[in-house]
T-cell receptor, first 115, second 111 residues
Framework: GAVVSQHPSRVICKSGTSVKIECRSLDFQATTMFWYRQFPKKSLMLMATSNEGSKATYEQGVEKDKFLINHASLTLSTLTVTSAHPEDSSFYIC???????????FGQGTRLTVV | QKEVEQNSGPLSVPEGAIASLNCTYSDRGSQSFFWYRQYSGKSPELIMSIYSNGDKEDGRFTAQLNKASQYVSLLIRDSQPSDSATYLCAVIAAGYSTLTFGKGTMLLVSP
């Protein structure tokens, strides 16, 4: 299957700082990437849809100024959590869909802990 | 309203048995259906996709789709303890590009 690489896998940061998470499709081009967050024992929550070369589409209730998404190329999307607070601690996961395809493949996820 | 319903489980089966996981969806126009497996603390892994009515087999996995009943299922034959995970049903509703996930069914396979 297609490979999506997400980095870092785990990060601890201080409250008030910003953290950038990268999502790369390694063996395919992805016009669209998706960002999710997941709290322990809860279901995936879609945060935003990232479109190459255009602004991301955020789901209702997700602050676009806090969760900055950049999709500058067909293989890379980044999520920056700005001014992180302890309540932002969560498991962030990206997925990517090959251009023209229906299946979406997930990265390994990033466990963010804000202290 | 796009909804995907799954029994949360846990579904417990003995090793070697067939595990049957079920999912219903609300949007009749949905065309694309997926099963993901998620181990605790890990991200989801795509195991099956199905787009037309009937069965689709891949190794020990069989996905079944019935659009008239708005029902999709996953059968796992010869279940192994390593199959113990949460299985997520996901649907792309008509006119959308995003996946709508069910809450997942936890499967426990006992040795």
């Amino acid at each position: 299957g297609a490979v999506v690489s997400q980095h870092p896998s785990r990060v601890i940061c201080k409250s008030g700082t910003s953290v950038k998470i990268e999502c790369r499709s390694l063996d395919f081009q992805a016009t669209t990437m998706f960002w999710y967050r997941q709290f322990p024992k809860k279901s995936l929550m879609l945060m935003a849809t990232s479109n190459e070369g255009s602004k991301a589409t955020y789901e209702q209730g997700v602050e676009k100024d806090k969760f900055l998404i950049n999709h500058a190329s067909l293989t890379l999307s980044t999520l920056t959590v700005t001014s992180a607070h302890p309540e932002d601690s969560s498991f962030y996961i990206c997925s990517a869909r090959p251009s023209g395809g229906q299946e979406a493949f997930f990265g390994q996820g990033t466990r963010l802990t804000v202290v | 309203q796009k909804e995907v319903e799954q029994n949360s489980g846990p579904l417990s089966v003995p090793e070697g048995a067939i595990a049957s996981l079920n999912c219903t969806y609300s949007d009749r126009g949905s065309q694309s259906f997926f099963w993901y497996r998620q181990y605790s603390g890990k991200s989801p892994e795509l195991i099956m996709s199905i787009y037309s009515n009937g069965d689709k087999e891949d190794g020990r996995f069989t996905a079944q789709l019935n659009k008239a009943s708005q029902y999709v299922s996953l059968l796992i034959r010869d279940s192994q303890p390593s199959d113990s995970a949460t299985y997520l049903c996901a649907v792309i509703a008509a006119g959308y590009s995003t996946l709508t996930f069910g809450k997942g069914t936890m499967l426990l396979v006992s040795p």
